[in-house]
């Protein structure tokens, strides 16, 4: 029989910052090979919980599980070689170094054989950054450093992989380009969880979504469906009451 074991799984998770929880008693079950996307308005949580799930903040209570593995008590570190992986919001690549050179970086923690073979692997993966391999990473387009970082990212053979806000500040053309490739990242079998101020576009390639308000899980549910929901297209997606009204039959 196939592995049914969800991907990651919170149970009553707590997580934020010094004293004070920035989000509360979040249960979640996320199946393995699918994109999930989290909504919400400012300071609703969503990056606190990336963060909180790769050990980047405090936990507070619940618990955690990644593959059926408490991790509870694992630092970043460890929970990166256990397979997870987290693409900050914001730049993270080194400008003056060539894209190759970020690669290398990428794999740091790998042996040369192995690192090697993680370089080959992303690119083939995105052929642009062969194409811009010897061009500096601080040369490239805002949507072609973000595709630079996640392929850092993927070198390390995360399971999970966490994105926040992969296409702020991006052009329409550029935030499709990193869109397409969640979808290549979630063919080739890993599960993504994302942040993303483009709704839309996000909801769009997403198996679920999650709304958190002021820290706590509100709604949950097929992409589709939330993105059809009516308080949630006002809320989040810009519709007025006519878009939400449904249509009348004469």
Do not use: W
Request: aromatic residues 4%; proline residues 6%; hydrophobic residues 40%.
């Amino acid at each position: 029989m196939p592995d049914t074991t969800p991907c990651l799984e919170l149970a009553g998770f707590s997580a934020g910052y010094t004293d004070t929880p920035i989000v509360r008693d979040i249960s979640l079950t996320i199946p393995a090979g699918t994109v999930t996307t989290l909504l919400g308005g400012n300071g609703a949580g969503k990056s606190t919980l990336l963060k909180a799930i790769f050990g980047m903040v405090r936990q507070f209570g619940g618990a955690i599980r990644f593959e059926g593995r408490p991790i509870d008590r694992l630092a970043c570190d460890a929970r990166l070689r256990a397979g997870i992986g987290i693409v900050p919001q914001g730049r993270c690549n080194f400008p003056r170094m060539s894209v190759g050179e970020n690669l290398e970086m990428g794999a740091y923690l790998l042996g040369r054989a192995d690192k090697q073979r993680a370089m080959e692997e992303v690119l083939a993966l995105f052929p642009m950054l062969k194409r811009k391999y010897h061009s500096l990473a601080g040369n490239l387009s805002g949507g072609e450093q973000q595709i630079l970082e996640t392929a850092m990212v993927l070198e390390m053979h995360p399971r999970l992989l966490l994105l926040d806000e992969p296409s702020l500040g991006l052009s329409p053309k550029m935030q499709q380009e990193v869109f397409d490739s969640v979808q290549e990242i979630r063919g080739a079998g890993l599960t993504v969880m994302m942040v993303e101020q483009n709704l839309h576009g996000a909801l769009l390639i997403s198996d679920t979504a999650v709304v958190l308000e002021t820290g706590r899980k509100f709604k949950e549910g097929p992409a589709r469906q939330i993105m059809n929901d009516p308080d949630i297209k006002r809320a989040y997606l810009g519709a007025t009451e006519d878009e939400t009204a449904p249509a009348t039959v004469h």
